[in-house]
């Protein structure tokens, strides 16, 4: 006699979900972890998550188990890769150092006196009228001036990537997504060929010559300089907007930040754990693996979700609570393993500069309108964050 009784339905993440938004994403996230830690979902192409803490670490930090050759996009949105973040060992190795130029902790020193300088100049530009919208005229702008400042771009190429940047956020889950890439690369071996011609003291000239050893070809790098690029501003971007607005609704953190400014850091760890700017990332399996009894297949495709495991009870305590001065915070904001992100150290210093000119300039600032979250299907699906904050003080 046949079973007719009703089937379990067990909860997935989908991160081209129509609906999605940060509050029905977190929900799922608790949903997984307690009920279902890997989980399948059918549509584009079928893949796998992994939600709690322990076992996203251990995947991203296990890239012979968990490549990231398949791509950082669910599904693919090129045929191409994007150096170094789709590549493992030994490929990988050479195009991180090809970058480390701009991505070190020393480099990242070195641009403190410039970040300072940009960010007094975005907040100055509008502190006397007495409002402003933070997530146009500071939390975009800075990591922006920033990355072109790093490459000496002028103002032109500035205003040319801001363009291509918020044209693939908008189109990066259609069909528009690989025309978009192949014109940006386009636009980057120009740059090459000009710095060529025409070397200069600069990163990009810096780039071509060191590209000599390791030989990567032209669109090899320019699809790592878009990744690079568009990556470097944008996430900086979405933490910094978060942690603006986390600070505009509580003029109290605000108080306790001017009363002990050695916390600022500690608090843009939280908000970058509580308010992850990037929720997930792929890798491809490399062999069979049993995972919470689920059995996966050598190359399949599976999420790992970083805002989730950055909420696991099991770890943070309490999980979905700010606590600014939280420590430990071993918070997975910016990956894990060999692909942590390169530009952590310049992020951080970006948002925590932008944090104290604002507190000096505008303390007391708060909301002061309807504060505008990402689309859900940005970026290809994972940005979640911050794209219109107005303020008054």
Known sequence: ????????????????????????????????????????????????????????RDAATDHMTYSSTGGVYLPPVSGSRFPPIDHDPP???????????LTSGAAAKTMEPAVRAIAERLV??????????????????????????????GPEDTEEIRGYSEEFLTHASGSRGPEIID?????????????????????????????????????????MMFILTYAGHDSTALG?????LYLAEHPDVQQRLLDEPKLIPSMIDEILRHETPLHWFPRQLT???????????????????FASANRDPEVFDPADEIVIDRRPNRHLAFGAGIH???????????IRTAVQVVLERIPGFRVD???ERTDPLEGGGRHLGVRRLPVTW
Not at 124 to 153: H, M, Q, W
Request: net charge negative; hydrophobic share 35%.
């Open 340 to 350: 942590t992100c390169p530009g952590m150290a310049l992020a951080k210093l970006e």
């Open 183 to 223: 014109r940006v690369c386009r636009y980057w071996v120009g740059l090459f060929a000009d710095r060529r011609e025409n070397p200069r003291e600069d990163f990009l000239t810096g780039l071509v010559e060191a590209n000599r050893e390791l030989g990567a070809t032209d669109d090899e790098l320019a699809n």
């Open 287 to 305: 062999a069979d693996t049993c995972l919470h009894g689920q059995q996966m297949k050598a190359g399949e495709r599976v999420l790992l979700l």
């Open 240 to 244: 910094l907007g978060n942690t603006l």
């Open 124 to 153: 100055d530009g509008f502190t006397g009228r007495g409002r402003a919208e933070l997530a146009a005229e500071l939390a975009t702008p800075l990591p922006l001036e920033v990355i072109t400042r790093l490459y000496d771009l």
């Open 369 to 371: 309108g309807d504060v």
């Open 1 to 56: 006699m046949p079973d007719n009784s009703p089937r379990e339905v067990l909860p997935h993440f989908d991160p081209h979900d129509p609906g999605l938004s940060p509050e029905r994403a977190y929900a799922t996230y608790a949903q997984l972890r307690r009920h279902c830690p890997v989980s399948h979902g059918e549509r584009h192409g079928g893949y796998w998550s992994i939600a709690r803490y322990a076992d996203v």
């Open 91 to 101: 490929e990988h190795a050479g195009f991180r150092e090809l970058i480390a130029p």
